[in-house]
């Protein structure tokens, strides 16, 4: 089972910034948060992850609660093409190569409206 | 393009026929995925390659998939005698190898068992 809660959809108007929460309550001290999305009918893209600092690329900002039991995707300026379903994951990390497979919830659809 | 590909993009069959898919990772990945999803869901882990060897099994792999990854490059999906619960998108995804490495998936083959 997926160990992330999502809102199951929310809207944005265009050139508004659009913030998804997640809440990962039991995430453990190894575990980074990951964001992918899906465009319809697309394969997952990925936009942005973090263990427990704030992180920010061309894509999105990702901003972690300090005690990291829930995060916030920021997309600053929401377009159509934003539209997708988004999906936040934690996912295990150690060294000696675990296989960190991705465990997807339902994620939360954005409608990003004219 | 250097990203992740399938192929093909589209199958249809007919039920108790075999079909098989191909996975194409980023160059320099030594790790491949496969997952699964169906309409409404989000994706399910079905197994895991870390070169040529494949390490972990979901128990969603049922008899009758079988996949390899001959040469550590790229890799087949096979599905034999398919049902018509086969019908799915399936995804690869490929990563380097790391304690944070990012899964970065390919377009997905859609599969429709008539």
Redesign the interface.
């Known amino acids: 089972d997926a160990k992330t809660t999502q809102p199951t959809s929310m809207d944005c108007a265009e050139g508004r910034a659009a913030n998804l929460p997640c809440n990962h309550s039991t995430i453990s001290g190894n575990e980074y948060v990951y964001w992918y999305r899906q465009i319809h009918s697309q394969g997952p893209q990925y936009i942005i992850h973090g263990l427990k600092n704030n992180e920010t690329n061309e894509m999105a900002s990702l901003i972690i609660t300090e005690d990291r039991k829930s995060s916030t995707l920021i997309l600053p300026h929401a377009t159509l093409r934003d539209t997708a379903v988004y999906y936040c994951i934690v996912r295990v990390m150690n060294y000696g190569g675990s296989q960190g497979n991705l465990i997807f919830g339902k994620g939360t659809k954005l409608s990003v409206k004219p | 393009d250097t990203g992740?590909s399938q192929n093909p993009r589209h199958k249809i069959t007919k039920r108790g026929q075999n079909v098989t898919f191909r996975c194409d990772p980023i160059s320099e990945h030594n790790?491949l995925?496969w997952?699964r999803q169906t309409l409404?869901?989000?994706?399910?882990?079905l197994t895991?390659f870390?070169n040529e060897a494949q390490?972990?099994k979901s128990r969603l792999l049922s008899d009758r998939f079988s996949a390899e990854r001959p040469k550590g490059s790229f890799s087949t999906l096979e599905i034999q005698r398919t049902e018509q619960g086969d019908s799915a998108m399936y995804?690869c995804?490929s990563?380097g190898?790391g304690?944070?490495?990012?899964?970065?998936?390919?377009?997905?083959t859609?599969l429709l068992v008539l």
């Open positions: 992740v790790r995925y997952y409404g869901q989000g994706p399910e882990f895991y870390q390490l972990e995804l995804a990563s190898e304690i944070a490495e990012t899964q970065y998936f390919g377009p997905g859609r």
